[in-house]
């Protein structure tokens, strides 16, 4: 059990957090509300202590996408107000505006989800799934799409140790990592493949496919904190949706 009070939410909790998040970015337009719901879950991330973690993942895959995306509404959006130019381009009033709301929500939702899968053990996830009464094949599958990129990322960090121990060099400038990575395709596409019937052959000595009941070791609590926390999600979002239509 973890001692962390964030970390030990139910898995549905803190996914109807998340959802609150993206879907609050949606309802108020303001990129002020969505740019400040970072800040918020870098907080919430420091908290259950993952905080270096998130904000790294975060910057790796968001800040390029966000460049590129407000660049292409600064100098693309169609608008009246220049504001500035920059060789054949005109950056207008509307696209800054647009570029700032649609990065903010992007920024928002990515972040927030970022933030759930790094709280949340994606087994306990699935389980809860499971106990909302998804079929457990639907589970599975669940499961194993979270999986297939981590997996594939240990198998090909294994294959480029041993091209290391047989001299390839794998280090250095672009065009040489892009060289190595090219010989562990063929192995990497090969243990995947072999990995999957190992997984297949695992799953039907369990009996798996068997039309019964399945039972499960593993077993998710919910806390008062799980039954208090969705209820304050649902109501402020009804008062938000209100707010909104009585503009």
Do not use: C
């Not at 493949?193 to 039972?215: D, N």
């Amino acid at each position: 059990m973890k001692l962390n009070p964030i970390l030990n939410l139910h898995p549905l909790t803190k996914l109807y957090f998340s959802l609150f998040v993206t879907i609050s970015v949606i309802i108020i337009p303001s990129y002020i509300f969505a740019f400040t719901w970072f800040p918020i879950l870098l907080v919430i991330a420091i908290i259950a202590g993952v905080g270096k973690q998130y904000l790294d993942i975060v910057v790796r895959a968001l800040v390029l996408l966000l460049g590129i995306v407000f660049l292409m509404q600064l100098f693309f959006y169609p608008g009246d107000q220049v504001i500035g130019e920059w060789w054949i381009f005109e950056a207008t009033k509307e696209g800054l505006q647009y570029g700032l709301v649609l990065t903010s929500r992007v920024l928002a939702m990515g972040s927030a989800f970022i933030l759930f899968f790094r709280i949340t053990e994606i087994r306990d996830f699935v389980k809860a799934l499971e106990d909302l009464g998804m079929p457990p094949m639907g589970a599975y599958i669940v499961l194993s799409t979270l999986q297939i990129i981590p997996e594939m990322r240990r198998q090909a960090h294994t294959i480029m140790e041993a091209q290391k121990t047989r001299g390839v060099e794998t280090e250095g400038s672009l065009l040489i990592r892009a060289k190595a990575f090219i010989p562990i395709l063929t192995p990497l596409i090969l243990s995947s493949i072999a990995s999957t019937e190992e997984r297949a052959i695992t799953l039907e000595s369990r009996a798996f496919s068997a039309p019964t009941k399945k039972t499960s070791l593993h077993k998710l609590k919910k806390s008062s904190s799980d039954r208090t926390i969705p209820i304050v999600l649902l109501i402020l979002m009804i008062s938000l949706i209100i707010w909104r239509l009585s503009l």
